[in-house]
């Protein structure tokens, strides 16, 4: 019973958005005056959703691959390396995921400004992969606490250079982890608002951010119908991820029955 109450508490504020999004009125109104598609083929037949959807997307895809290939790299850089001060260096990196988002976005807004970045995609990319390499960094750096380190050791042996060991014998042990890392850059460029205000011009309106001018400007339920596809686009997300888990474990699992027979 605790736990249907507490489920109803968290899923009650998001199920509210579907009838909205399937309203036939012309306002954002409770209870609905009929039933209709008509905001989902709004959303589908605007330039301007169609526009902030595609800038989304791309601008989620890049950070997702920078900030990973940077979280990762770092991730194992510190695994790897033999120098004091691990934990401190951690949580330098990590500073983005506690700093409040409108700090980061006010000093990524003045830094970018002196190179001309503001206003650019580019930018906007750079500025969601600061806040999103964290994520990558600490959950490789997870995935890596179990990882065995003489198997470098063996392909060092067997002279397999540095990167042909990364590529052969590390990144397969850790891609599980590099998986979930670039979902969670993804998910968290998809989903920023706060950077997308300072950084973005009108023309590199993400969808965050042109939900929020609709909102500010037109109280249209063509809002409520994005919302609900980007709780698709959530769902979709959680599924790869379990999907990623899913087929790690079972990879592991026939292993680990190998070395236990051996």
Not at 20 to 49: A, K
Not at 55 to 60: L, T
Not at 172 to 197: M, N, R, W
Request: glycine share 6%; charged share 10%.
């Amino acid at each position: 019973m605790t736990t249907l109450a507490v489920l109803a508490f968290l899923v009650a504020p998001i199920a509210v958005v579907f009838p909205l999004s399937l309203s036939s009125g012309e306002l954002l109104t409770l209870p609905v005056p009929g039933y209709s598609l008509r905001w989902y083929r709004d959303f589908f037949t605007s330039d301007q959703w169609l526009l902030a959807t595609r800038n989304s997307f791309v601008v989620g895809i890049a950070t997702a691959f920078v900030a990973t290939s940077l979280g990762t790299l770092g991730a194992l850089g510190i695994f790897l390396g033999r120098f004091r001060g691990k934990a401190l260096l951690v949580g330098i990196l990590a500073t983005p995921m506690v700093v409040p988002v409108v700090v980061t976005a006010a000093a990524v807004y003045f830094a970018f400004a002196l190179v001309g970045l503001n206003n650019t995609l580019t930018g906007l990319v750079l500025a969601h992969t600061v806040l999103s390499v964290p994520y990558v960094l600490i959950t490789v750096l997870a995935t890596l606490q179990t990882f065995d380190r003489n198997l470098l050791r063996a392909a060092a042996t067997l002279g397999a250079p540095p990167h042909v060991a990364f590529l052969r014998v590390v990144l397969p042990s850790i891609a599980p982890g590099v998986a979930t890392g670039a979902l969670f850059a993804f998910a968290t460029s998809f989903d920023e608002l706060v950077v997308a205000l300072f950084v973005a011009s009108p023309a590199q309106f993400t969808l965050p951010r042109q939900m929020f001018a609709g909102l500010r400007e037109f109280l249209s339920p063509t809002i409520a119908a994005a919302a609900v596809l980007l709780i698709g686009c959530s769902i979709v997300l959680l599924a790869l991820n379990e999907w990623v888990r899913a087929r790690a474990t079972g990879r592991a699992l026939p292993s680990a029955t190998t070395e236990q027979r051996g």
